[in-house]
């Protein structure tokens, strides 16, 4: 699947503007300000993964004297008849049938409301469709930062590679939610144990299964025994999720510990990803250089794991990708990136690929 063009209307600084992509590298370049991020952004909502955690009202043009309080986005894709697995057949069959250019359109207001051509489309059949990965300048946090941004990017990943799992993440913090309530008022969760247990041991064994595939990726692409990945805590081999959460949480001493703490203290909200260079941590053991350089190459394996899953290619977003990489590390980073054949969009201030073919895109 390839963005053959957009539309950026009333979205943060970019209004009416158009933009024909190419395939390969789309760098896009600019002083500060100029709002190549905010492309990016618009590009994420386009292909189903939201804003980069702007409130979407916030996301309205604020320099417009246009009374319409609403941003509209638009991309034209181009791709074959074969959708990715878990795509609602049913529903968009008619629209594949005969058709090889598609648009997705974007209305912004107190909300997001995406349509596939003129059939509305959820969040999580739009990224099965066109499958992205966006990496920003903070995403060196995903070895520098807490368990919860590691959680957060296996998640990412998690939702492609198992279309129920956005669903059953948020119906499982719901049960989480609940059960702290009744801690907190120090009422029994007996109520909860069993959905608690069946839908936080899916999810464990999800990323798992996600973080291991993610690892033999890794290892096969870059060839290198120094980096280690591990989900921790590791669940007993002889042990489904369910059952593994449904012993800890009925045993006695676990119930003494949770009611004193009055909150949930196991399952999926506890998660880490160990990521260890040597048999040490990365965060320590790495210089930043190395580890932003580390991170591009986790979004390059996590893109072949999608691609080799959903059977199509997928598309790149970095924000700044030259930030804290030096011209060495920019240039064997840029390779690998060219080297993958899918589509990337990448923002800079100014062009650091110069030997690599790409198209130019200037934000004024």
Known sequence: MLIASSLINNFKNINNKSFNWGPGINF?????GSGKTNLLEALNILTGWGTFGSRTRDCINWESDSQDQRAYLNSELKSNPNLAKGVDLELYQDLFANNNNYKVTAQLSSKISLKLDDKKISNTDLRLIIPSISFQPQDINLIDGSPAVRRFFIDKLCA?????????????KQIAR??????????????????????????MEARRI???????????????????FCLMPELNNNLEGHAYLLNIIRDKN????????MRVLVGPSHDDLKILFNGREASVALSRGQKRR????LIIASGYLI????????????DDLAAELDKNNLRIC?????????????????DLLPELDKNIYAMA
Do not use: C, M
């Open 210 to 228: 996600v973080s291991h595939e993610l690892a033999k990726n890794f290892a096969g692409l870059f060839n290198n025994s120094n980096i280690k």
């Open 178 to 203: 609940h059960r702290a309530a009744l801690l907190r008022q120090n009422k029994s969760v007996n109520i909860t144990d069993f959905p608690f247990a069946n839908l936080g041991g899916w999810i």
């Open 307 to 318: 691609s080799s899953r959903l059977r199509t290619r997928p598309v790149l977003l970095f």
């Open 160 to 172: 492609l590679y198992f279309p129920p799992y956005a669903k059953r993440l948020s119906e499982f």
């Open 254 to 261: 676990y119930i003494i510990r949770e009611s004193a703490a």
């Open 334 to 350: 840029g390779e690998a990136l060219l080297k993958t054949n899918w589509q990337i969009f990448v923002t800079g201030t100014e």
């Open 294 to 297: 580390l991170v591009l190459y």
């Open 28 to 32: 896009i370049s600019g002083p500060n």
